[in-house]
């Protein structure tokens, strides 16, 4: 070997480690850029309490095993959120019809129901009317009224609560209370706080 190859050789020996090291800097810095990032999953958050869907002047009607016309809910606007299953609806007017074919009227303000729309809760000048009727045996039912700022009505076990101040009227006779259950299955209502009543007079035949 020449004595020019000999010096070229030295001289490359002496750089070729600072090279690898390079090359092999280089190599690792390519592998870590080109590796994916594990990210372990997240627990969900969450969900969010807004609307999914809005309806505006719509009418909602649900029916028996029958067939037979069970509910009917109308509004100017509804919202419905998934994460309770509620609707909110402005200008809220139900109605809904018992196994007897009684007919029951709702209207409010607003209104917050269920899915089902069997559970409504009515704020803003609530008023629940259960309208006359005759019964199997023939006796006549008066109009039943109820009403106050807040109205919990139970549609499938025709219940009617309110915490709140309500006036209650049963054909001509009315009452007023702070608080109100009002069973309908049971006929028993029970007045809560300060009660008022005046009773229509009774005339002997």
Partial sequence: M??????????????????????????????????????????????????????????????????????????????????SDTLEIDAVRIRSFDVSGR?????????????DVSEVQLSGHARVVKEAAVDATGRELSQLTY??????????SERVKSHLPVELTFGKDRFTADAMDYDNLDRVITLKGRVRGVLSAIRKP
């Fill in 2 to 83: 020449s004595l020019v190859l000999r010096s070229a050789w030295a001289r490359l020996s002496l750089y070729l480690p600072v090279v690898l090291m390079g090359l092999l800097a280089l190599s690792t810095y390519w592998l870590v850029r080109s590796t994916p990032v594990f990210v372990p999953p997240q627990a969900p958050g969450p969900a969010r309490h807004e609307p999914d869907y809005a309806m505006q002047r719509f009418s909602i009607r649900t029916f028996d095993d029958s067939g037979r016309l069970k509910t009917q809910v109308l509004g100017s606007e509804a919202r419905h959120y998934p994460d």
């Fill in 103 to 115: 007919l029951t009227t709702a209207s409010a303000e607003r209104a917050l129901a269920n899915g």
């Fill in 147 to 156: 009403q106050g700022e807040f109205l919990h009505a139970f549609v499938d």
